[in-house]
């Protein structure tokens, strides 16, 4: 299996994923007023899709997971933070004080930063890194690195993981600042992708051996199943592809 998705939860899809689109320069892959989907190719390495999908509830002040993208020297982070200005993102203070990064808040008010240049991401794209709050960052780290096949990697945080072609964002673990509430759901979550020929059912087994756990909504029959890692994080287990991308 593999990872295929970011998924954002937007109370208007079309408008966010526009935003995103045009901060990040992906490329269209589905248009409608519940479901928006964009796609990031890295030369030489992983393609992601983002997927925003329409909710009614607002979103969290401090999400699990969010998007950072790469800003790089101060004169080119200016640039990209005025051209997120520009498309529709404003200044957020959330208490982060003198850093070298810049805290701002898309058109749906979800936290995201524009990064300093570091050298972990000269590699990274235009999406510098996707840090997810974690329990336990050993035991998060071994889950997801099992799972999406993504490998460990240098970071400044605790625990860090990417694609085994040595590029795209990283995957980055780190140590949550509360536990997760057992009804809360996160504002963004990733997709796992099981690829032709994979068993689903070993597929399973290894996320519960893992720590994961299957959960049930009730939101009816779905194509795909819905998991947790083991820090409560939101993961689904979409079904493998008619032919691999």
């Known amino acids: 299996m593999y ?10 899809p079309q408008r966010l994923g526009r935003f995103w689109e045009a901060l990040l320069r992906t490329t269209t892959l589905t248009d409608d007023s519940s479901n928006y989907e964009t796609r ?3 030369p030489d390495g992983p393609t992601l899709d983002l997927c925003f999908e329409l909710v009614s509830e607002p979103p969290p002040t401090s999400p699990r997971l969010h998007l950072e993208v790469y800003g790089g020297a101060p004169e080119e982070q200016a640039r990209v933070v005025e051209r997120a200005l520009t498309l ?6 959330i208490g982060q004080r003198d850093v070298p990064w810049v805290v701002l808040a ?20 235009p999406l510098s890194s996707l840090p997810l709050d974690s329990a336990d960052v050993d035991r998060d780290l071994a889950f ?10 240098d970071s400044a945080m605790p625990g860090a993981l990417r694609h085994p072609s040595g590029r795209g964002p990283l995957l980055e673990l780190c140590p949550e600042p509360r536990p997760k509430g057992a009804d809360a759901k996160n504002r963004a979550h990733l997709d796992l992708r099981l690829e ?16 994961g756990h299957e959960y049930d909504p009730g939101w009816g029959e779905l194509p795909w199943r819905l998991f947790k890692d083991p820090s409560g994080n939101e993961v689904c287990l979409l079904p493998a592809p008619a032919t691999r991308r």
């Open 3 to 12: 990872l295929e998705n970011v998924v954002v939860d937007a109370q208007d």
């Open 40 to 42: 990031l190719v890295v």
């Open 88 to 93: 529709g993102a404003s200044h957020l203070d």
């Open 106 to 125: 898309d058109p749906e008010g979800n936290p995201f930063c524009v990064m300093e240049d570091r050298a972990e991401y000269a590699v990274s794209g």
């Open 144 to 153: 997801w690195s099992e799972l999406s096949g993504w490998e460990p990697t």
């Open 196 to 211: 032709s020929g994979d068993d689903e059912d070993d597929a399973v087994t290894r996320i519960l051996d893992l720590g």
